[in-house]
């Protein structure tokens, strides 16, 4: 099991759909982030926050829509979604962003846009 | 802008057998490196880091890595693979300016026959 949870495992929605993705992680890291996966490949990095602000945005659409609402939570908003947007969505987390120690990562979300 | 270069795609070899997969990194300045590891179904986990000191370092379940500054790499070893090891490695670089971002490589398909 990993100390960064991710809710829920598997999530189907249609384009028009609005939908959550959850994050929560209990080991006061400080910095979260959002990265995305697709199948054989690297994790792609979306956003970063530092105690709670946006840090990082690698130009995502925004279809994304990401809030961290206290230094334990870490949501991503979706809405209107493409196919293309199926993937794995995982959630990571650091001490901070200087002190990263290397990533806890979350089991991710498995997304498939219909 | 940094990259991670991982040369070997796809790597299959019997129980025993001696593991070394090569990672090279573009950035010249002071660099944060890690090896995660993926098993199958499972979320991707931390397998070892390098910040500084000794340029050899050890991780979980046996598997260690040199950091050789003039080559720009920091191939993973591991002297007799198990079955278990079969898994998706990939390597990943920080650039130590306290973005927090991580850049991963493609990563590398381990099979580990029995």
């Known amino acids: 099991d990993t100390e960064v949870t991710q809710t829920p495992k598997h999530l189907v929605m249609g384009m028009t759909n609005k939908k959550s993705l959850k994050c929560e992680q209990h080991?006061?890291?400080?910095?979260m982030y959002w990265y995305k996966q697709k199948a054989k490949k690297p994790p792609e990095l979306m956003f970063v926050?530092?105690?709670?602000?946006?840090?990082i945005n690698e130009s995502v659409p925004s279809r994304f829509s990401p809030e961290c609402p206290n230094s334990s939570l870490l949501n991503l908003h979706l809405h209107a979604l493409q196919p293309e947007d199926s993937a794995l969505y995982l959630c990571?987390?650091?001490?901070?962003?200087?002190?990263?120690?290397?990533?806890?990562f979350g089991s991710g979300t498995r997304l498939t846009v219909v | 802008a940094q990259s991670v270069s991982q040369h070997n795609h796809h790597v299959i070899l019997s129980e025993a057998a001696s593991l070394e997969l090569g990672c090279n990194y573009s950035?010249?300045?002071?660099?944060?490196l890690f090896w995660y590891v993926q098993y199958p179904g499972q979320h991707l986990q931390l397998l070892l880091k390098?910040?500084?000191?000794?340029?050899l370092v050890k991780g979980i379940k046996g598997f260690e890595a040199e950091f050789i500054k003039s080559k720009f790499s920091f191939n993973l070893r591991k002297p007799s693979v198990q079955w278990s090891d079969t898994a998706e490695y990939f390597c990943?670089?920080?650039?130590?300016?306290?973005?927090?971002?991580?850049?991963f490589g493609d990563g590398t398909t381990l099979t580990v026959k029995p």
């Open positions: 990571a987390s650091s001490q901070t962003l200087k002190k990263t120690g290397g990533y806890t």
């Open positions: 080991m006061g890291h400080r910095a």
């Open positions: 926050y530092s105690y709670e602000k946006l840090s």
């Open positions: 950035y010249g300045g002071t660099v944060n």
């Open positions: 390098y910040f500084s000191g000794d340029p």
């Open positions: 990943a670089v920080n650039d130590n300016t306290n973005s927090g971002k991580s850049t």
